[in-house]
C-alpha cells in the first residue's frame, strides 16, 4: 500500500504532481478561476468590507498565502489567526463578514468552534477541506474540496500542496469579483503548468536533500527565516523538522532577527532561509549576512541561476523561477523532503510522530 515507499510521507509527496492536478481539474477556464460552488457567495464576496480566515497548523500557512494574495490582488484587508485564538475573540461579525476556513480533515475542533460562532452571528462561511461529507463541509455555507485522495502520513505534505493550489484558485475568483488584477491572468498562466514543474523537481531533487539532510541533521536546532510570500515558507518549513525529526525549528520574519532571535545563533545554530528572487531578496541577503557575522551556517533555497546567494551561504538549493506568489508553493516539496530525510536520519517514524494525531478533534 506504500507503492514501494519505505512511507507514506516520502510516497504522499510523490503524488504532489498528480495532487495538483486534481486539484485544478475544471477550475480553470479561459485563463480565469471558475469555481461554480461559490456562485451562491458571490455577492457577498464583492461586497464584503474584510475577509477573515481561520485554520490550525499547516493549513494556516496556507492560509497566510491566502492572504498576502487576496490583499495584493483583490484590494481587500484580510484578517488571519489561527483558529484557538479566533473562538475566544470578540470580534465584530455580521453578515458582510466572509470567512475561509481551510482544514484538510474538516474536522479540527478549534476550526469547527470557529465557524460556529461565525454562523451564529450571520457571517458566512467558505470552507477549503479535503473530506467529503466532514463537519466542516457539512456546517459551512459552500465548500470547495482538494480532492487530494486521503493522506495517511500525519505530517500534512500533498494536501499542503493541495491548499495552496486551490487557494490560489479561490484568490483569482475573488480578484475577478473585485479588481480584475492583468497579474492574475499570469500566475493562473503558471499555476496550469505547475504540475509539470512538480513531475520534473520531484524526480531530479531527491539524491541531493539525502546530502543536505546528511549535513544538517545531528544539529539541535534550525532557524528558518523569509519575508514576505516566504514567511509562510519559513513557517511551515520548520513546523515540518519539527514535527517529524523533533530539532527545535523556530519560524521568523528575516526582519525581525535584529529584535531579538539573532542573540540565538552561533555555529551550533543553523539557519534555512527562504530567499526567491521577489521584490524582498536584497532585504533577506542582508538579513543572511546579519546571521552569517554570527558564525551561523547557513542553507539557502532560492531561484535556479542566483550566483549572488552562492557565494554568501554554505549550502543552495534552486527552486524552477515563478511568480512570486507561486514561490510557496514551488518549495515546498523541498522542505518537506528535508524533514522526512533528516527524521528518517535520525531513526525516527516520520508516518507517526511522537505525541501527534492526524486530526486533532479535541480542544
Ligand atoms: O485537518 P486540519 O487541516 O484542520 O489540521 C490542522 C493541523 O492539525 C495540521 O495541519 C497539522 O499542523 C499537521 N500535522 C502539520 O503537518
Known amino acids: 500500500e506504500k507503492g514501494g515507499f519505505p512511507h507514506f510521507m516520502l510516497k504522499e509527496i510523490f503524488e504532489e504532481p498528480e495532487v495538483l492536478r486534481n486539484a485544478l481539474a475544471g477550475r480553470i477556464k479561459n485563463g480565469k478561476a471558475h469555481l461554480p460552488e461559490m456562485e451562491s457567495v458571490q455577492s457577498r464576496i464583492k461586497s464584503a468590507r474584510n475577509i477573515q480566515i481561520v485554520a490550525c497548523g499547516t493549513s494556516y500557512h496556507a492560509g497566510l498565502v ?65 473530506v ?10 459552500v465548500v470547495v474540496y482538494l480532492n487530494a485522495g486521503p493522506e495517511i502520513g500525519v505530517a500534512a505534505t500533498k494536501t499542503y500542496v493541495s491548499q495552496l493550489a486551490v487557494l490560489y484558485i479561490i484568490g483569482a475568483y475573488f480578484s475577478q469579483i473585485r479588481q480584475d488584477d492583468d497579474r492574475v491572468i499570469q500566475i493562473i498562466n503558471e499555476l496550469e503548468g505547475m504540475p509539470t514543474v512538480f513531475e520534473s523537481t520531484l524526480s531530479t531533487i531527491n539524491e541531493s536533500i539525502v546530502q543536505l539532510a546528511k549535513e544538517y541533521y545531528q544539529y539541535r536546532h534550525f532557524m528558518y527565516i523569509g519575508r514576505g510570500y516566504g514567511y509562510p515558507t519559513a513557517m511551515e518549513g520548520a513546523l515540518k523538522l519539527k514535527e517529524i525529526s523533533y530539532i527545535h525549528a523556530s519560524a521568523y520574519q528575516a526582519g525581525e532577527l535584529k529584535h531579538g532571535p539573532i ?5 551550533e545554530f543553523p539557519v534555512f532561509a527562504i530567499v526567491p528572487d521577489d521584490g524582498l531578496k536584497a532585504k533577506v ?12 551556517r547557513v542553507v539557502a533555497i532560492c531561484t535556479e541561476g542566483d550566483q549572488e546567494i552562492g557565494r554568501i551561504v554554505n549550502s543552495r538549493i534552486e527552486v524552477p523561477r515563478v511568480s512570486e506568489v507561486l514561490y510557496p508553493l514551488v518549495m515546498s516539496p523541498y522542505l518537506q523532503l528535508f524533514a522526512y530525510h533528516a527524521a528518517v536520519l535520525r531513526g525516527n517514524d516520520p508516518d507517526k510522530p511522537r505525541n501527534l494525531a492526524k486530526s486533532v478533534t479535541v480542544e
Do not use: P
Not at 475561509?100 to 477541506?129: H, M, N, P, W, Y
Not at 467529503?132 to 455555507?141: I, K, Q, Y
Open 66 to 130: 491566502l492572504k498576502r494574495f487576496l490583499e495584493d490582488h483583490a484590494s481587500i484587508s484580510v484578517e488571519i489567526d489561527v483558529a484557538s485564538e479566533f473562538r475566544y475573540r470578540n470580534i465584530h461579525i455580521d453578515n458582510s463578514t466572509v470567512v475561509i476556513a481551510i482544514s484538510q480533515s474538516g474536522e479540527t475542533a478549534d476550526t469547527l468552534e470557529g465557524i460556529r460562532k461565525v454562523k451564529a452571528q450571520g457571517g458566512t462561511v467558505v470552507a477549503v477541506t479535503n
Open 132 to 141: 467529503v461529507g466532514s463537519t466542516l463541509a457539512r456546517e459551512s455555507d
Open 263 to 267: 542573540a540565538l545563533l552561533d555555529k
Open 285 to 296: 541577503l542582508s538579513n543572511i549576512m546579519e546571521t552569517r557575522a554570527r558564525n551561523a
